[in-house]
T-cell receptor, first 111, second 113 residues
Framework: RKEVEQDPGPFNVPEGATVAFNCTYS??????FFWYRQDCRKEPKLLMS???SGNEDGRFTAQLNRASQYISLLIRDSKLSDSATYLC????????????FGQGTELSVKP | EAGVTQFPSHSVIEKGQTVTLRCDPI?????LYWYRRVMGKEIKFLLH????????ESGMPNNRFLAERTGGTYSTLKVQPAELEDSGVYFC???????????FGQGTRLTVV
């Protein structure tokens, strides 16, 4: 079983749609949680950290449920520029800060 | 401020040859990580340096892979001899601290033929 599981998609949505991605992780000792964005043939870039209280950054809302070991990302009012692969990532500081990646969910926003 | 830089951006080598990848982290970042993504799979951790010391090399696939970070600055990852299954994108990342944001380089796309 993978440590971080994501639906690979692709998610094909029209501009303006709301789309939600989900992710589960297996290591209950994980301490930090992130969503990274990766454009085609580019490096991963941090989109946002995820906190138990939930956090929002503009059109993006992230949520963490530690009891269920479940992480979500909601994108509202999708833009063409949101098309990318979204990576769910967890970090266990006790393991030196190495990041554990999900396979990524591909999003394609169409006009 | 310069980001994490990797060289080369692409490399095509024949099976059995040697390739050396280089990573220059952000200045002042003690933590340096190597990751790899093979086709169809998730990005996976290879190893972690703190300054010049290897903290964790649990992700290194086998002894054909050798990483160094002399002087605690740039790092190299050598694959010798390369095999077909070594093909993939090799990413380097650096961070100030293990709990801080990690910044990634643009990656080296390695193709072994």
């Amino acid at each position: 079983r993978k440590e971080v599981e994501q639906d690979p998609g692709p998610f094909n949505v029209p501009e303006g749609a709301t789309v939600a991605f989900n992710c589960t992780y297996s290591n209950s000792a994980s301490q930090s949680f992130f969503w990274y964005r990766q454009d085609c043939r580019k490096e991963p870039k941090l989109l946002m950290s995820v906190y138990s209280s939930g956090n929002e950054d503009g059109r993006f809302t992230a949520q963490l449920n530690r009891a269920s070991q479940y992480i979500s990302l909601l994108i509202r009012d999708s833009k063409l520029s949101d098309s990318a692969t979204y990576l769910c990532v967890v970090n266990n500081w006790n393991q030196g800060g190495k990041l554990i990646f999900g396979q990524g969910t591909e999003l394609s926003v169409k006009p | 401020e310069a980001g994490v830089t990797q060289f080369p951006s692409h490399s095509v080598i024949e099976k059995g040859q040697t390739v050396t990848l280089r990573c220059d982290p952000i200045s002042g970042h003690d933590n340096l990580y190597w990751y790899r993504r093979v086709m169809g799979k998730e990005i996976k951790f290879l190893l972690h340096f703190v300054k010049e010391s290897k903290q964790d090399e649990s992700g290194m696939p086998n002894n054909r892979f050798l990483a160094e970070r002399t002087g605690g600055t740039y790092s190299t990852l050598k694959v010798q001899p390369a095999e077909l299954e070594d093909s993939g994108v090799y990413f380097c990342a650096s961070s100030l601290d293990r709990v801080e944001e990690a910044f990634f380089g643009q990656g080296t796309r390695l193709t072994v033929v």
